[in-house]
């Protein structure tokens, strides 16, 4: 009895807590027994498997149900969400580009990335996208294509838009059942959060990281500033109210997340209860969620800018004002596109690094310092990406509501 009582207390209790808990607990656990602490990686390893599991099932399941279950009246509201998320991706990359120019950084390369093959191009980026469109839907469901997914989900759901209301019933009825998975698995975050901490400290440790303090804190700068700051903005000046409450609860119920499971599509399932907590339509952020975390990537073409301006900056290079302002929207395209590139937004500097004529084997060695700051980086990166998705459907959601009113 009194074991039921102690689930059953755990499972009313406040989340974000509770991940907390998990945090403090993983980092002392690191410090007294490193040996132990890589051994309990296997709890964090388990729910990040769970969450990418059932993420690709969950967004072509609710995707389609909302689409064939949309009353012919009701109105979605993507475009302003996909111009806020383009233009969130752009912003970044010129922030990039300020701080890099105010704290310009020297590198000392490494080898490491010489087994990856980057791509050629912006053409490469964009064709790789493409056929991820057009992919098997069995296969894009295996492979978590969310490009795919989404296109067939689309499909599905507008085909299913005259079915009758019991087709559409048993849809809408999947979709509750597959979200009741999701809510339990994400009742687990603070089990597997305290597993990724230490395993994560126990075998990676910062030592690596003292060398390469300046990078990390311009991209932190970078990432904290478009969060803190130029986020609040684009939100205030799109709902008239203060931004900071809706701005603080998205990094704290979706950037503490994904911070620590480095995964935008692991995230999705997070983001998705955390727009129905905050009621938004349901419509949209079945969609524009799964296509957040495909195209709004402030935080890879912050990580792409940078890492490039200190390659540049390396290697000599003069560049005038123009050629930066061309380094942010290609960044911003490159960015879109690191979902369907292997390696995500470090094997897309290269392609960046190309406009100022640096070799690539020079390159590389830029995308290894990324993969040893990675740690911090990815994660910081991710967290970004992912609480913005939400703060950007919410905002447009409450601007449209007040709208209404």
Same mark, same amino acid.
């Given at each position: 009895?009194?074991?039921?009582s102690i689930i059953a207390r755990f499972a009313r209790g406040n989340l974000v807590l509770q991940i907390l808990a998990g945090?403090?607990?993983?980092?002392?656990?690191?410090?007294?027994?490193?040996?132990?602490?890589?051994?309990?990686?296997?709890?964090?390893?388990?729910?990040?498997?769970?969450?990418?599991?059932? *993420?690709?099932?969950?967004?072509?399941?609710?995707? /389609?149900?909302?689409? %064939?279950?949309?009353?012919?009246?009701?109105?979605?509201?993507?475009?302003?969400?996909?111009?806020?998320?383009?233009?969130?991706?752009?912003?970044?990359?010129?922030? !990039?580009?300020?701080?890099?120019?105010?704290?310009?950084?020297?590198?000392?390369?490494?080898?490491?990335?010489?087994?990856?093959?980057?791509?050629?191009?912006?053409?490469?980026?964009?064709?790789?996208?493409?056929?991820?469109?057009?992919?098997?839907?069995?296969?894009?469901?295996?492979?978590?294509?969310?490009?795919?997914?989404?296109?067939? *989900?689309?499909?599905?759901?507008?085909?299913?838009?005259?079915?009758?209301?019991?087709?559409? +019933?048993?849809?809408? &009825?999947?979709?509750?059942?597959?979200?009741?998975?999701?809510?339990?698995?994400?009742?687990? *975050?603070?089990?597997?959060?305290?597993?990724?901490?230490?395993?994560?400290?126990?075998?990676?440790?910062?030592? +690596?990281?003292?060398?390469?303090?300046?990078l990390l804190a311009v991209l932190l700068s970078s990432m904290a500033f478009i969060a803190l700051v130029v986020n609040p903005i684009i939100v205030l000046v799109?709902?008239?109210?203060?931004?900071?409450?809706?701005?603080?609860?998205?990094?704290?119920?979706?950037?503490?997340?994904?911070?620590?499971?480095?995964?935008?599509?692991?995230?999705?399932?997070?983001?998705?209860?955390?727009?129905?907590?905050?009621?938004?339509?349901? &419509?949209?952020?079945?969609?524009?969620?799964?296509?957040?975390?495909?195209?709004?990537?402030?935080? /890879?073409?912050?990580?792409?800018?940078?890492?490039?301006?200190? !390659?540049?900056?390396?290697?000599?290079?003069?560049?005038?004002?123009?050629? !930066?302002?061309?380094?942010?929207?290609?960044?911003?395209?490159? %960015?879109?596109?690191?979902?369907?590139? %292997?390696?995500?937004?470090?094997?897309?500097?290269?392609?960046?690094?190309?406009?100022?004529?640096?070799?690539?084997?020079?390159?590389?060695?830029?995308?290894?310092?990324?993969?040893?700051?990675?740690?911090?980086?990815?994660? /910081?990166?991710?967290?970004?990406?992912?609480?913005?998705?939400?703060?950007?459907?919410?905002?447009?959601?409450? *601007?449209?509501?007040?709208?209404?009113?």
């Amino acid at each position: 009895m009194q074991h039921n009582s102690i689930i059953a207390r755990f499972a009313r209790g406040n989340l974000v807590l509770q991940i907390l808990a998990g945090i403090i607990l993983g980092v002392g656990l690191a410090t007294v027994s490193p040996d132990h602490a890589q051994s309990v990686g296997l709890l964090g390893s388990l729910f990040v498997g769970a969450l990418k599991a059932v *993420a690709p099932i969950l967004v072509f399941i609710l995707v /389609a149900a909302s689409i %064939a279950n949309q009353k012919r009246d009701q109105h979605t509201y993507m475009r302003p969400i996909v111009v806020l998320y383009l233009l969130g991706t752009f912003t970044a990359a010129l922030t !990039a580009v300020v701080l890099s120019f105010l704290f310009p950084t020297t590198l000392t390369l490494v080898s490491g990335a010489e087994g990856a093959t980057p791509p050629q191009g912006i053409a490469e980026v964009l064709n790789t996208l493409l056929f991820k469109l057009v992919d098997n839907p069995v296969n894009a469901l295996m492979s978590a294509n969310y490009i795919g997914i989404l296109a067939w *989900a689309i499909g599905l759901g507008l085909a299913l838009h005259h079915a009758s209301a019991t087709t559409k +019933a048993v849809f809408e &009825d999947l979709s509750h059942g597959v979200s009741q998975i999701v809510r339990f698995i994400i009742r687990l *975050a603070p089990f597997g959060i305290f597993g990724l901490v230490a395993s994560t400290l126990a075998t990676t440790g910062f030592e +690596a990281l003292a060398g390469y303090a300046q990078l990390l804190a311009v991209l932190l700068s970078s990432m904290a500033f478009i969060a803190l700051v130029v986020n609040p903005i684009i939100v205030l000046v799109k709902t008239g109210e203060n931004p900071y409450p809706l701005v603080l609860q998205c990094i704290r119920e979706s950037g503490v997340t994904a911070f620590f499971t480095r995964s935008s599509a692991a995230n999705i399932p997070v983001n998705m209860a955390l727009c129905e907590k905050l009621k938004l339509d349901e &419509d949209t952020y079945s969609v524009s969620i799964p296509l957040g975390a495909t195209i709004n990537m402030a935080g /890879a073409a912050i990580t792409i800018t940078t890492l490039t301006l200190a !390659a540049v900056h390396t290697m000599g290079i003069e560049i005038d004002l123009m050629t !930066a302002l061309l380094l942010s929207v290609v960044a911003s395209v490159s %960015a879109c596109g690191a979902s369907g590139v %292997a390696g995500g937004s470090l094997l897309l500097i290269p392609l960046a690094c190309g406009l100022f004529g640096i070799p690539n084997e020079i390159a590389m060695q830029v995308v290894a310092v990324g993969f040893i700051i990675g740690v911090v980086q990815d994660s /910081a990166e991710t967290a970004l990406n992912s609480s913005t998705d939400v703060v950007f459907t919410a905002a447009v959601c409450k *601007a449209k509501q007040k709208q209404a009113k």
